[in-house]
């Protein structure tokens, strides 16, 4: 995914926006998904950082597979942060983490991938902020993701570049960036929605629906998109839409580090919005 500041400024306060809303069941699910893969690892951190960890949905589920970490909370949107429930939340982008080197033994991120404007950056910070012989563990969405939505978006005269990394280009990308022995695998899920208000909900929740109205709004305006939406309406087959999506998941190991860049720290860039562990 290729963009700029001013997007970053603009998912972080359309994530604002959301912070009060419902929608969390699709990164509840990718989080599962995400657990169920690792569930065959020994490994017991003492420091996990949650990285892009949205409104704390998958906070519980987290502290019951690794019950003895403390886990930091980082997330670009402070009014999410301020959703959960652990002491530990650090509002910063994930690319700059106001995080020391080798302070985390776990780096958890689910779903924040297709969001990073720069991955070989953001897997730079991981290497940093992750001791040697330490686990990014990661879920995102693959480029076949969302396909009924693009289809209907192209109906509409509107060809939408697709962003997301499919599964040996991600394998490739962390090989390239230092980590070792990556597994990744691949699930495909389909969700049915009653109604398109909450598809968009959960979407939008998600992170999917920021890419996509982020993506359309200087190409399609108001009233085209309201035309996707009767179109997504005349989709629907027995009171249902169906929704396809690609869950990357992954792991993979910090190897012995030759070079570290610079962490946040010595830049003098600071986190948004801090509470001290």
């Known amino acids: 995914m290729s963009t700029g500041p001013s997007t970053s400024w603009a998912i972080r306060k359309a994530f604002d926006r959301l912070a009060h809303g419902t929608g969390d069941a ?10 169920d893969h690792a569930a065959a690892i020994e490994f017991k951190p003492e420091r996990i950082a949650d990285i892009g960890s949205g409104s704390g949905a998958v906070e519980g589920d987290l502290k019951t ?7 930091l909370s980082v997330d670009h949107s402070w009014r999410q942060l301020s959703r959960h429930t652990g002491a530990c939340r650090i509002q910063a982008d994930a690319c700059y983490l106001p995080l020391k080197e080798n302070g985390a033994d776990l780096a958890f991120s689910n779903l924040l991938l297709p969001w990073i404007a720069r991955p070989k950056l953001w897997l730079g910070e ?3 902020i992750v001791r040697t012989g330490g686990l990014l563990l990661f879920s995102s969405l ?19 570049p697709n962003p ?29 929605y009653r109604d398109i208000d909450t598809m968009f909900e959960e979407l939008k929740s998600a992170g999917a629906g920021v890419w996509l109205s982020h993506r359309c709004h200087g190409l399609a305006g108001k009233e085209r998109f309201l035309s996707f939406r009767r179109a997504c309406e005349a989709s629907m087959r027995a009171g249902r839409f169906e929704l396809s999506l690609e869950l990357i998941c992954g792991h993979a190991w910090i190897a012995p580090k030759t070079r570290l860049r610079s962490g946040p720290g ?11 562990c």
């Open 126 to 128: 991981i290497q940093r």
């Open 164 to 192: 997301l990394i499919d599964l040996q280009a991600l394998g490739n990308l962390l090989l390239e960036s230092g980590f070792r022995d990556p597994v990744l695998e691949t699930d495909r899920l389909s969700v049915r």
């Open 65 to 71: 597979r690794f019950p003895r970490s403390t886990i």
């Open 142 to 160: 693959g480029p076949s993701s969302l396909s009924e939505l693009r289809q209907i978006w192209l109906k509409q005269g509107v060809e939408l």
């Open 266 to 276: 010595e830049d003098g860039a600071m986190p948004l919005h801090y509470l001290p």
């Open 26 to 35: 699709l990164s509840v699910e990718a989080a599962r998904r995400l657990l």
